[in-house]
């Protein structure tokens, strides 16, 4: 779905959608980097130089609440997020931590997780982890 689609989605919804908020959720939509907040603040902070880090967290609380984005939890307390909210794979670099998305179909695994192990799966999630071309690039991996 497009930015006009998801305002109007919102709107419909009662969420009030000030320009800053439309240009946090355009950037999510165009981007493939998986940004972080931070790099979600500085990006819309060149447009809307008032804008705060909290009204970057408030929209990302509320888009993901909404189901137009998915937040990617590491163990380094940072998130990035992800303005396709479809369920998909990542590749993760363990060097540089850039995130990328990785297409295929999903593996159908909830239900045969549900039947063996007695819990009720909402949902699963899978990433890989590796070198990406570019930090291959940078020096050697020996």
Do not use: W
């Amino acid at each position: 779905m497009d930015a006009i689609g998801i305002l109007k989605q919102l709107k419909d919804k009662g969420v009030r959608f000030t320009p800053q908020r439309q240009a946090i959720l355009e950037f999510l939509l165009e981007t493939e980097s998986h940004p972080t907040a931070d790099e979600i603040y500085h990006h819309v902070k060149a447009k809307f130089p008032g804008v705060s880090l909290g009204t970057i967290y408030n929209t990302l609380k509320m888009l993901k609440e909404h189901g137009h984005l998915l937040e990617l939890s590491y163990g380094d307390m940072s998130s990035r997020f992800d303005g396709n909210p479809q369920n998909h794979y990542h590749i993760v670099c363990s060097k540089c931590g850039k995130v990328a998305d990785f297409h295929r179909p999903l593996l159908d695994l909830d239900q045969e997780v549900t039947e063996k192990s007695g819990f009720l799966i909402m949902g699963h999630r899978m990433e890989f982890y590796g070198i990406c071309p570019e930090c291959q690039n940078d020096e050697p991996l020996n």
